[in-house]
């Protein structure tokens, strides 16, 4: 799988705040578990996913009676406040402690190389990856400036070619469901048309954060990072 250089948002590298975690644990991401292909790579069983499931579904219902709770003591909220988050995340770090110790060591280890050549250089900005390969704090730090300054023009330019399809489609009311997922349908092709006309200007976005990653890292570096993502998955 190709290095996927820069996306709008940094995904977060697995749980951690969990003691005696090893590199592995700490970057798989579990919520890759959902994808099908990611199953069959790790050979989980019907017996595992169903085990996997009900942890999954006590973290539902945790999260859900905390969300509901939280509207019925603040009907005026436009969203979940600072203290619920945390509650939230705080169960999200126990779901992912659970579904990793349900994996054995070598598809914790696969979930892990997996996670890291889907995040491509962009796991260069994890903390525990930058130790793994030896990046000193000067490289980190000249890292993620450069990610957050193109992240951040790569947002003003989607923003920007979205923005008549929200000023369009924003202020619409339609009369009923049918009519609502026929608008949606409808919005969603237009932004697909209208995103290829910045794609140029994402890839020479793109093409810089690949130029500043080989700039900034040594090769002995990326050769660590190579090793660290295994054999290369295919998701078909």
């Known amino acids: 799988m190709k ?45 595992l996913r169903d085990k996997m499931n009900k942890v999954a579904d006590e973290f539902n219902k945790n999260s859900n009676e905390l969300l509901e709770a939280f509207k019925k003591d603040n009907p005026n909220a436009q969203g979940p406040d600072e203290a619920l988050v945390k509650k939230i995340n705080t169960f999200k770090l126990d779901l992912n402690r659970k579904i990793l110790k349900l994996l054995s060591p ?10 890291l050549q889907i995040l491509g250089y962009q796991a260069l900005l994890s903390d525990d990856v930058a130790k793994k390969i030896g990046l000193d704090a000067a490289q980190s730090k000249k890292l993620r400036d450069g990610f957050t300054s193109l992240n951040r023009e790569v947002q003003e330019v989607q923003q920007k070619a979205l923005k008549p399809i929200y000023d369009k489609y924003g202020k619409q009311q339609p009369k009923n469901e049918e009519e609502a997922k026929a608008l949606q349908e409808k919005a969603n092709k237009e932004a697909q048309e209208v995103a290829k006309s910045a794609e140029p200007e994402l890839t020479k976005l793109r093409n810089e954060w690949l130029t500043l990653v080989k700039k900034t890292v040594k090769a002995i570096q990326l050769n660590r990072f190579e090793a660290l993502q295994g054999q290369p998955f295919k998701a078909s």
Do not use: C, H, W, Y
Request: proline residues 4%; aromatic residues 2%.
């Open 106 to 115: 070598a598809q914790v280890k696969r979930l892990s190389e997996i996670t």
């Open 3 to 47: 290095n996927r250089a820069i996306t709008a948002a940094l995904l977060i590298l697995g749980p951690t705040m969990l003691l005696a975690q090893s590199f592995e644990e700490k970057t798989a991401n579990v919520d890759l578990l959902r994808e099908k292909p990611v199953q069959t790579e790790l050979g989980i069983t019907d017996a």
